[in-house]
């Protein structure tokens, strides 16, 4: 029974990241849509979330990539509130799979930053968080 609370706790934690994650995703897609520089990211070159919001790699099929990450959060909040409400190793392990593609796509993301633009988003950076919290927070409840 234990174990089970912990489980419970552990989506229910989830949750609640993954909603930040949805705020920093939204807000990333105000920066990628804006017409005017957002005072709040741009802290000169090496924090410039436009050059990121805005560059070559803002998209994937003509959508921006934070889209995609609000999906993301989305859909595991999704498979979270199922695994708190009623518990099934199908949604365990879809949720295991798709911790494990966002974690790894938000180090390639990292990754084009570091290498390829030589600058970082402030909000980027806080969804990356996100993300590894997430998968922290799955890992520790499946230990």
Known sequence: MELFHKHRTAYRIIIIIAVLGVLAAAYATRVHYSTDSSSLCNLGTKFNCDVVNKGLYAEMFGVPISIFGMLGYIWMMVLAREMVIRPARRIRLMFAASIAFAAGFSMHLAW??????????????ASYICT??????FTWSEL
């Open 132 to 137: 590894l919290a997430i998968l922290g927070v």
């Open 112 to 125: 084009i930053s570091s290498q390829l633009l030589s600058t970082w988003c402030i909000v980027c950076i």
